[in-house]
């Protein structure tokens, strides 16, 4: 943590020795951050994220024409039902290169009050997963961000509706589900249709990790298995947000360069979602969301 007056948050040294922090934002520093943020985006304008959200609680029934059909409905139930408890976010040039604030590597870790253990439904075996990695769900409720609030910021923060942008993250239908909640404060679409033409609005430029891995030699799993087949670094803890989007980050950035002979090579696959739209046509088993492991 950080000492008095100094920025909260989980440090940890990379590869090359430099001291990174993991900035936890919390409801009195959002605006603060955000103010940092919008500073960076120009020169750093490709972000990995990652969400923590209470699981997957209810299942579709009924006759479904397609996966696809059967996954997205899947999708809009939970996240019409659960509340974001963590987001994080990594920037980064193509290079992979981090920014930097008081001498250190920059994380960001978002922490959101509304989701209440006594009140709302969730999995049990992923809150328990959240409470092992270090998430303090008291601390969230008592200093966490709104939502709304949290919604108001991003859509003037230049990383949405930015064609500059692009957007790194792995098996990502759930987390972009609930930022699109978010950014337009209503329930998720009725079709898959209309939640792609929002998702591509407000995202224009996204790599999905899992769908790329397809046409990468024997490379398959989950986020942890192949950032150590790619021999990446993880700072922090797994099912944290910051950590997670970090981890996300550096292994799309080794993957682009090994697979894709850089991330230009790889924007071929841009702006498909794995096991949803184009992707979700063949198979029953994609749409879920990954763990990570």
């Known amino acids: ?18 001291t990174l922090r993991v900035r ?10 955000f103010q940092l943020i919008r500073n960076i985006v120009e020169q750093y304008p490709l972000v ?5 959200f209470p699981g997957v609680v209810a299942r579709p029934v009924g006759n479904f024409k397609s996966s696809r059909e059967y996954h ?18 990594t920037f980064t040039d193509a290079q992979g290169n981090l920014p930097r604030w008081g001498g250190e590597l920059c994380v960001w870790q978002f922490n959101f009050k509304g989701f209440r253990l006594a009140d709302d439904v969730y999995a049990q075996d992923s809150i328990e997963l959240l409470k092992q990695s270090g998430i ?6 008592q200093r966490g961000i709104d939502v709304m609030r949290f919604g108001e910021l991003l859509m003037t923060s230049g990383i949405v509706l930015n064609e500059d942008m692009r ?29 792609f033409e929002l998702l591509n609005l407000y995202f224009p430029n996204i790599f999905d990790i899992k769908y790329l891995m397809k046409f990468c030699d024997n490379l398959h799993g989950g986020l942890n298995r192949l950032a150590e087949m790619l021999e990446v670094q993880r700072i922090g803890p ?18 682009a360069n090994k697979f ?14 794995y096991g949803l739209g184009v992707d979700g046509n063949n198979d029953w088993n994609k749409g879920g969301q990954d763990n990570g492991a």
Request: proline share 3%.
């Open 167 to 195: 957007w790194i993250t792995f098996h990502s239908g759930y987390d972009f589900g609930y930022l699109l909640k978010i950014l337009t404060c209503q329930p998720l679409p009725a079709s898959e249709a209309e939640f």
């Open 136 to 141: 303090d769900f008291q601390q969230n409720e």
């Open 72 to 89: 997205y409905k899947a999708l809009k139930m939970n996240v019409d039902m659960l509340k974001l408890i963590q987001l994080g976010l």
């Open 260 to 273: 894709f002979q850089g991330v230009e090579g790889a924007s071929r696959h841009c702006g498909i979602l």
């Open 238 to 255: 797994q099912h944290q947000a910051g950590s997670d989007s970090l981890l996300t980050s550096f292994t799309f950035i080794k993957l």
């Open 24 to 33: 936890e934002v919390w409801n009195d520093n959002l605006e603060a951050e």
């Open 1 to 18: 943590m950080g000492g008095p007056g100094g920025p909260e948050g989980l440090t940890g040294v990379t590869a090359t020795g430099e």
């Open 48 to 52: 990995a994220m990652d969400t923590e």
